[in-house]
Structures are given as structure tokens and as C-alpha cells.
């Protein structure tokens, strides 16, 4: 500011002399000389403030941008006080752009974090308006993430249940709604939750529970079929029960109804078997691809109860035919794979009639795939039936099937084993010509063991 003074003083000081000097050391020479320096100055200084105050207002209109540094790099260089206000100004400028910068890549990340998450996200303004939106969210509420900007929410979400949550503004609970991609043949159901923050503002979080909502809804159906399974033969045997309590029997009479309830019971192990088996396979680690089991020895197995069932089944027989094949391994869980197979050959008994034909073989196919297959000479299977047949308590003939022991649960068996085993199961059926059931094992569970 000092020199500022000075070179004021110094203009001032030269004007005078120059003057004072030229009109020969007179007075009014001296005055006018001294007014014509100090005007001197303030022009010099004036021009100097213009082009500081046009620099200034350059960069006040330029918005923050990448390059807005570059620019800044050319401020005017002015003498003293006027380049030192400049230069500060300079680097005031500089750093507020930089943290421009920053806070725009923060933002940018906040949104990208955002974009990454698997729920939908809306921000919503204090007059309800869409503000930003993720991609989750687009494709949830069906909106456009450009053009639906700044449109109000209730115009594009017009689902009543969640029009009422929006105007009842109780957040402490989520809203569920359908999915803006729901047809009735796929429905997808979304659970909406709003959160306000700011000043009025809303955050809507979307998650699509559809699967949530299926696996439920499998699970209670699950719990009632068991329910239902069972308490059908408690309901039996507590009948008997009540009758050999009360009523004086003959012992011929209290030996049938004893084995009535033998029955009944039976069928109520053999159930409760099977759902421990169903467990353990979805509890379980997948089976060790280095266990290997010859074909011959699950052949046998087979064989024994095969046999053993139909002579209760079929007392006038059924043709039972086991083609071992070439002597092979395969790799997996025995006690898995004897399960699967015995399944299918127990089906094939129990659906066939008496004098009817079971074949089970086995080959290895040219590209060393193995093949398990079991065929029979039963009612066979209507196509509509196909798809479903692996469900666990899905019967076509509810009265055979229970008649025969069947629990519902075999084929649901079958198809978790071979899943696990990367096995293929193949179902070839048509009504009144048999059925064939096929496990096609990878090439890589398979070898043939060498002619001894
Ligand atoms: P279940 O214990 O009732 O036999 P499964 O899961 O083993 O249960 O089989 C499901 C349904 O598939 C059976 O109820 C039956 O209607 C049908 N099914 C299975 N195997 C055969 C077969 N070999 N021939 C005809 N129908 C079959």
C-alpha cells in the first residue's frame, strides 16, 4: 500500500517539476504540473482496475470446469497492489475450483455407489419429483432415468397401495406393489420402502421379493402337504388304537387290525425317511468326484429289492430283466446314487402291473458318457404331467401311489441326486405305452474297470 503512496507521491512530484520547469519556475506551472501527474496516475491506476474487475468478472460468470485452472493461469499482471489482489484472487479462484472438482468426484461416486446397489433407488424433492433414480429403479418402476426427471412420482407410480403409503406418509413400514414388468403369467412383486431426510425430501428403496414370495409361498405349501401326509395315517392308527381300547376283539380281528396299523406306521417311516433324505441333500457339500462306486455292486443292491418289492406288489409276478452292462465306476456318493436308482426301479415295480416288463441297464455311450436307464410297461405318463413330475409331492395317481407306499418324494429325490452328481435326468412317457426313465452320468464320473 506503501507504494502505492509513494508512486502516487512520485507522479505528483515529476508533473511539478516538469512544470514548474517549463514555464520557467513559475507557480501555476508548479499547480498544474502537480494536477496533470496526479491525473496521469489515477488514469494509469484506472486502467489497471478495469481490466483486474474485467478479469473478475470473467471468471465469475465461468462455471467450474475442467480446464477453468488453464484459464486462470492467464490473470492480467498488474504492478503492486493491484497484481497482488489479482494474484490472490488467483489463488482464492484456484482453490475453490479445485474443491469443486473434488465434491463433484465425490458425488459421483456416491451415485455410482448407488447405481451399484441391487436395490432400486429414487431421490425424491420436497414436492415429490423424481430427482435421481438408479438403474435397479428403472427397471423396477419402469422409468426413463433422463426424461422422467423432475416428473412427480404419483404420475408415474400409479399403483393405489402405494398412492395411499405416499399420501398416509407412515414410513415405518414398506408398501408392496407390482413390478412395472408384472404379467399375471410372470408376476413380479416389489417391496417399496420410503425414508424422508433432508428438508422434506424422500428416498424410496426398491427390492424385488418375488423369489422372497415364491420360496415362502413353497415352503408353506411344503409345510401343509407334510402335515397332510402324516396326519392321514395318525388319524388311522389312532382309530385303531381306539378301537382295540374299547371294543373286545376276536384274536383273528385284533391280528388284522394290528397289522393295519403296522401299515400305517410303515408309511409314516418310510416319509419321514424320505424328508430326511431330501434334507441332508440340500444341507450337504456336493460329492466327492474321487469316490468311486462300481455299477455292478449298485446293480446288485438294486436287484435284491427290486425283486423283494414285487413279490409284494405283483404276488403273480412281473418280468424283471437287470442289464449290468460293461463293467464300470462311476464317481459320487453311494448311498446318493443307490437312492436315485432304487427309486426309479421301485417306481417302475410299483406303477407296473402284474405280468408287466421292468428293464434296468446300463451302457456307456460312444463319447464315454455312462447311461443308467430303467423302463417299464406301466400305465405311462400323460405329457401335461412331465414337467412336474420332480415336485415333491406331485402325484398323478394319488390312490396307487399310496397304495404302493409312495411318499410323493421319489423323483424329487432322484432330481436333487442327479443335480448334484451333474448327472441329466430324462423322462420319455406316453399313456398306455410305459415309461423310460434315464440318468445320463458325465463322461467325467465314468470308466470302465478292465476284463479280469
Ligand atoms: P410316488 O411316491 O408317489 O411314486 P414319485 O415322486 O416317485 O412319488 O413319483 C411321482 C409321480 O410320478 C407318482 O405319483 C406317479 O404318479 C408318477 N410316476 C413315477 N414313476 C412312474 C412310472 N414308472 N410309471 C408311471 N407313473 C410314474
Redo the contacts with the bound molecule.
Sequence with gaps: MINRWIIFAVCMFVGGSLGWWTTAKEGLGLGMGIALGAFVWLLVDSLYMARLLNWLRTEQSNEPQEGLVSTLAVAPSLPGVLGEVADRTRRLLKNRDQQNLESQARLGEFLAALQASPSGVVLLDARGRIEWCNQVATQHFGFDAQRDVLQHIANLVREPAFKAYMAAGNFSRDVLIPGSFSTPARPVKLSVHAHSYGKNRKLLLSRDITAIELAEAMRRDFVANVSHEIRTPLTVLSGFIETLQTLPLKEAERGRYLALMAQQSKRMQTLVSDLLILSRLEGSPLPDANDWITTRALFAQCEQDAKALSVVIAPQGQQLEFEPGPACEIAGAQTELYSAMS??I???V???AERGLVKVSWTVLEDGRGKFQ?K?T????APE?LPR??ERF?????S???E???????????KHVAQRHGVELQIE?QPGL??L?SLIFPATRVRRLQAS
Design positions: 427309486n426309479l421301485t417306481n417302475a410299483r406303477y407296473t430303467v417299464d406301466g400305465p405311462g405318463i404331467h413330475l420332480t406331485y402325484r398323478i395317481d394319488r396307487r401311489s399310496r404302493t407306499g409312495g411318499t410323493g418324494l421319489g423323483l424329487a429325490i432322484v412317457s410305459g415309461s426313465f
